[in-house]
């Protein structure tokens, strides 16, 4: 069921969402207690939650946890996610540390030693773990004992002991050098060159939950109810200090928040819900969501929000557009249209253009996708998942996704299909696409390896 929300601040801004879905145990997820999210370069949602993790192509769940007959993760209660380089996934569990080959379907559980054989890692619990892509290394942030690194080898390469009494909660990359480490006892950096871990010098931020750094290299710190806005002094590659230039004490506890484009703040709280406010620091709220709610995250997805909560499950949410809307195609001829991320993905005998709402403009379709094949398209798709499909004059298959590259599906089954434009260009909750024809339907299916399977025709006249 869709549900409009419209909130209205002192400053007569409105802000209108739509609640587009909700995925929760009723229909699928193996626990509403939702922990962390991730889109992979696939197209996949991850979601871990209290009791395993889940894969979420828009339509349906699958699940993956442990099992009297499987043991896949170290534990089934997954606090984080990440992806590699490889397109692998990494989770910190309450156990340590699982890695899952998605492409292979194998499970490693790693160590937090410097054995190379997995042992027990009992209370071991890692709040965050993120890939350094200049040093191609996992850090992994645990809750209470030491940050750790791995390489592409998934072998330990450094294990940097805390300090007595650290409860660490978050991470984040301040350059390519220093990061930073939320804490019950106050901030710390992690100077990956010099694998020192030290505490900033600042004695208001204490108990912080949360940190992000903005577009224009602000960083955001949260401590109980209130939100800093800080800058930082970096000197010969050394992260030295925290400056607070603004505060604001949002009247709640905050558990997270999410920084959107330096447009809006959304704010997680403890136990009320969503709060989101304007990234000029104005004191009054203009949207609040889901009250009384724990909010364990928030993630943006294309053109969608998705909130995940403690005992609720996952909460997407998307701007209300307006329903009718005047757009000058400047003597354009379109044969196709699609919506596709923010705007309309068109087609007319020449190639690919792109409508952005935004700005409100069109322009060609800027990709990978080269002039010479855009020049050949027969026909598109744009699938739940925002990956477009596009269907050459020969017949030829391709997919793209925006965090992944093109990818062309060879196969001579697809000379079964016929010269003309069809009729229906679909996918359906299985991942199969369907191409329909005046005379003829066309179903074509894909390994797991994600290669093509079958061309099948289903009815033939």
């Known amino acids: 069921m869709m549900t409009a929300i419209s909130m209205f601040s002192s400053n007569e801004n409105i802000l209108s969402l739509c609640n587009i879905n909700n995925v929760n145990i009723s229909n699928g997820l193996s626990h509403n207690g939702v922990t962390a999210t991730m889109r992979d370069s696939r ?6 939650t209290y009791d395993g993790l889940n894969q979420y192509n828009g339509f349906t769940v699958k699940i993956y946890k442990n099992t009297l007959s499987e043991n896949l993760f170290n534990s089934n209660r997954i606090r984080c996610i990440a992806e590699d380089e490889y397109g692998r996934l990494w989770l910190g569990t309450d156990e340590g540390i699982t890695v899952f080959d998605y492409d292979k379907y194998k499970f490693y559980r790693l160590s937090v030693d410097n054995k190379n054989e997995f042992k027990s890692n009992f209370n071991f619990i890692i709040r965050r773990i993120m890939f350094d892509k200049h040093r191609k290394i996992m850090i992994c942030l645990s809750e209470s004992n030491s940050i750790l690194e791995y390489d592409m080898n998934l072998s330990l390469v450094t294990n940097i ?15 390519a050098n220093n990061y930073l480490l939320s804490s019950n006892i106050g901030i710390f950096c992690y100077n990956t060159t010099n694998k ?46 925290i400056k607070i230039h603004n505060t604001f004490n949002i009247g709640s506890a905050i558990k997270t928040f999410e920084l959107e484009d330096n447009e809006r703040i959304w704010i997680g709280t403890v136990n009320d819900g969503v709060m989101v406010y304007p990234s000029d620091g104005n004191s009054e709220y203009q949207m609040k969501l889901l009250d009384y709610k724990r909010i364990s995250e928030i993630s943006f997805l294309d053109n969608s929000y998705c909130i995940s909560t403690f005992d609720g499950g996952i909460h997407f949410y998307s701007f209300k557009n307006e329903i009718f809307k ?3 195609f400047k003597g354009f001829k379109f044969y196709q249209v699609a919506a596709y991320g923010d705007g309309l993905l068109a087609k007319n005998n020449k190639s690919l253009y792109l409508y952005d709402f935004r700005q409100n403009k069109i322009s060609e379709f800027v990709s990978v996708i080269s ?9 598109f798709y744009v699938d739940s998942l925002d990956r477009l499909w596009i269907l050459t004059k020969e017949n030829r298959l391709y997919s793209y996704d925006k965090n992944a590259k093109l990818k062309e599906y060879k196969d001579v089954k697809l000379l079964l299909l016929k010269d003309d434009s069809p009729q229906i260009f679909y996918s359906d909750p299985m991942g199969n696409i369907w191409l329909g024809y005046i005379d003829n339907l066309y179903r074509i299916s894909f390994t797991s390896d994600h290669e093509i399977d079958e061309v099948e025709s289903i009815h033939q006249c």
């Open 43 to 48: 197209g996949y949602l991850w979601i871990c």
């Open 161 to 175: 002991s805390y300090p007595k009494r650290l409860e660490a909660n978050d991470l984040c990359a301040i350059d």
């Open 196 to 241: 020192e871990l030290y505490k900033i010098n600042n004695d208001k931020i204490k108990d912080s939950s949360c940190l992000r750094v903005s577009r224009n290299n602000n960083i955001y710190i949260s401590s109980g109810s209130i939100l800093y806005d800080c800058s930082h002094v970096v000197d010969n590659g050394i992260l030295s200090e």
């Open 326 to 328: 005047k757009v000058d």
């Open 371 to 379: 002039k010479e094949l855009q020049n050949n398209v027969k026909s």
